[in-house]
Structure formats: structure tokens, C-alpha cells
């Protein structure tokens, strides 16, 4: 399967962004997927994750309440939406997709992964 993240961008502290990431195949559903980010200098951190129907989701705890993370599997695509970003949300965001269906917080779990996508917020 490939993904295709889009939708970063240079944002204002306290905006709003929504991130696609658009994935090839017909598998797409039965897939969990996954956010995320990578700010400079630093290790590929966790950000959401979602099961397969979209019925159980997981967050980080540093944007616990200011995002969310969903998917339509009719449009093979999963989406992040980033509230109230702060400059600590600065980081290429990444999507990855994982066959087990499931969802995890760790990069192991991860079978296929996006290029990315950069999301800067300023201060």
C-alpha cells in the first residue's frame, strides 16, 4: 500500500490544520492507522492512532484534547485535525498504516509509512 500525506502548512499559534493521508488499495480498511511527527534533531514521536472500523482511537498525551484523529474507509483516507497548535507541534508529520488492524504508539507496529508532510506554527 502506498499513503500520501497532505494538508501541513505555516499556522499561527492557536490555529487550525487538517492533515489527509490518501492511501492506494483496496485493503485500506482493514488497516489501523497512525500519526507521527518528527521535529528536528528529535526521535519520530507518537501523535494518534485509530483501528480499522475507527471504533477505538489513541493519543498522545501532549495533544490529548487539541487533536483528533479519524478515517473514511469508503475514501481510503484518515485524517488528523490539529486544534489550538502550539509551537511545540512544529515537526514533519508522517501517516503510517499497520495490517494488524489494530493500533499502536510505536513506529514498530507500522508495516507501511508516508513521506510526510511539514506542519510549522509560530509563536
Known amino acids: 500500500v502506498q499513503l500520501q500525506a497532505s494538508g501541513g502548512g505555516l499556522v499561527q499559534a492557536g490555529g487550525s490544520l487538517r492533515l489527509s493521508c490518501a492511501a492506494s488499495?483496496?485493503?485500506?480498511?482493514?488497516?489501523?492507522m497512525g500519526w507521527f511527527r518528527q521535529a528536528p534533531g528529535k526521535e519520530r514521536e507518537f501523535v494518534a492512532a485509530i483501528s480499522w472500523s475507527g471504533g477505538s482511537t489513541y493519543y498522545a498525551d501532549p495533544v490529548k484534547g487539541r487533536f483528533t484523529i479519524s478515517r473514511d474507509n469508503a475514501k481510503n483516507t484518515a485524517y488528523l485535525q490539529m486544534n489550538s497548535l502550539k509551537p511545540e507541534d512544529t515537526a514533519v508529520y508522517y501517516c503510517?498504516?499497520?495490517?494488524?488492524?489494530?493500533?499502536?504508539?510505536?513506529?514498530?507496529?507500522?508495516?507501511?509509512w508516508g513521506q510526510g508532510t511539514q506542519v510549522t506554527v509560530s509563536s
Open positions: 503510517a498504516a499497520t495490517i494488524s488492524g489494530s493500533y499502536y504508539s510505536s513506529t514498530r507496529g507500522y508495516n507501511y
Open positions: 488499495g483496496r485493503t485500506f480498511s482493514s488497516y489501523g
